[in-house]
């Protein structure tokens, strides 16, 4: 399915957005009722789990979830969205379509039912939010070793870096400044993914610290 733009204006902001997200995914016929439980944003898509319940004296076949007592099952479903000329408007698929934008937290991840389907894409999908879930959060003066090395671009390549911060405009940027060189340098999340914690801030000061680092190093 495409994308979907309003025609009016009346979709503005987060709390606006939500209640429109929340109404979409809020459906009821002869034979299903759908609600979602738990709606999250990560910068402009919405991740929600939304639960499929059979109405009473009736029942529906699905093969790719495991489904409760009472027939029940919840799965996620991912909404793009954007604004054109200040018009809201959303791109909506779901988990089994195994959409790239694979960033739902955790807690959304396990309101999920279990996947009955071994070859749905959705195993694929959960698995990448929890990498994604994963990949730490370093405080500034941290010292990390990245799982593999960084090409920059003057062609040269970094793995030890310091995480520290650059002023732009009178704001703090986060950047990376190699531990070898001093470059400065700015790295994605994914990038930060299987790196490990060589020197943390806190351990200024701390030979404890320091020497549990310097194992951590060695590893």
């Not at 609600?35 to 939304?50: E, F, I, N």
């Not at 009473?56 to 969205?81: C, E, I």
């Not at 894409?121 to 929890?130: E, L, N, V």
């Not at 960084?150 to 703090?172: E, N």
């Amino acid at each position: 399915m495409g994308w979907l733009f309003y025609t009016d204006q009346r979709i503005r902001g987060h709390a606006q957005e939500k209640a429109e997200i929340t109404r979409i995914c809020t459906f009821e016929n002869d034979t299903l009722s759908q609600m979602p439980l738990r709606l999250s944003k990560v910068g402009s898509v919405w991740y929600v789990a939304v639960r499929s319940l059979p109405r009473p004296g009736t029942s529906f076949t699905q093969t790719q979830y495991v489904a409760g007592p009472d027939g029940a099952y919840t799965f996620a479903a991912v909404f793009l969205t954007g604004y054109d000329q200040g018009c809201f408007g959303y791109k909506d698929m779901d988990e089994t379509m195994g959409p790239v934008q694979a960033r739902a937290p955790l807690g959304l991840i396990a309101c999920l039912s279990e996947i009955s389907d071994p070859k749905s894409y959705a195993h694929g999908w959960r698995q990448k939010c929890k990498d994604w879930a994963a990949i730490p959060n370093y405080q500034e003066g941290d010292e990390i070793h990245l799982a593999a090395p960084v090409t920059i671009t003057d062609g040269s390549t970094v793995q030890d870096v310091r995480r520290t911060h650059y002023k732009r405009r009178g704001r703090r940027m986060t950047c990376f400044a190699d531990i070898k060189s001093g470059t400065l340098v700015r790295l994605s999340k994914e990038s930060l993914a299987g790196s490990v914690l060589i020197k943390g801030a806190v351990s200024t000061g701390s030979d404890v610290l320091a020497e549990f680092y310097a194992r951590q190093r060695e590893r």
